[in-house]
C-alpha cells in the first residue's frame, strides 16, 4: 500500500504547468472584454432599466441574455484568464449565425442590409476573437485533459 505522501508526489508529476500567455496579450484581452462591454451594455440595460414599451418574451430574453453577457465581459477585465470561455462564447455564436443565418438568407436570396450589417460585425468578431484568444493556453487549459477520465477528478 503507497503511502500519502508518495501519491502526492504522483498527482504533482502528473499535472502539466499551464504557463500564462504575455502581459501585453492579456491587456489586448481586456480592451476586446472592455470592448465588447460598452457596445453592449448601455442600449440593454437601458432597455432594461427605463423601457420604452413593453418587450415580447423573445426579445426580453434576448435583450437581458445581452446585458448579462455585458457584465460577464466587464469581468473579464479584471479576470482576463478566467472569463476565456465568454470569448469562446462570442466565437462560437458568431459562426454559428453566419452559418445558421446569413447562408440560408443568401441561399435564398433573402438578404437585408440588418442581415449585411451584422454580417460585418460578426466576422470582424470572429476575426478579432481568432487573433487575440490565447489558443495555447485554450489548448492546455481546457482542451487537453477534456476527455482524460480519472478517479479524482469526476464531477
Known amino acids: 500500500m503507497e503511502s500519502l505522501q508518495n501519491i502526492g508526489k504522483k498527482e504533482l508529476n502528473n ?12 491587456h489586448i484581452m481586456r480592451g ?16 432594461i432599466l427605463f423601457p420604452i414599451e413593453q418587450m415580447d418574451t423573445l426579445t426580453g430574453v434576448s435583450i437581458s441574455f445581452w446585458a448579462a453577457f455585458s457584465l460577464l465581459n466587464l469581468l473579464g477585465v479584471r479576470f482576463p484568464l478566467k472569463m476565456i470561455p465568454i470569448l469562446l462564447l462570442q466565437l462560437l455564436y458568431k459562426s454559428a449565425w453566419i452559418i445558421g443565418t446569413y447562408l440560408p438568407a443568401l441561399k435564398n436570396s433573402a438578404l437585408d442590409t440588418s442581415l449585411e450589417s451584422f454580417l460585418r460585425v460578426c466576422i470582424a468578431g470572429i476575426v478579432l476573437n481568432l487573433l487575440i484568444i490565447p489558443w495555447g493556453y485554450v489548448y492546455k487549459y481546457y482542451l487537453k485533459g477534456f476527455f482524460k477520465l480519472n478517479q479524482n477528478n469526476r464531477s
Do not use: C, E, G
Open 32 to 47: 476586446l472584454f472592455f470592448l465588447n462591454f460598452i457596445s453592449l451594455a448601455f442600449d440593454n440595460w437601458a432597455t
Open 15 to 26: 499535472t502539466v504547468a499551464v504557463v500564462n500567455p504575455p502581459k501585453w496579450r492579456l
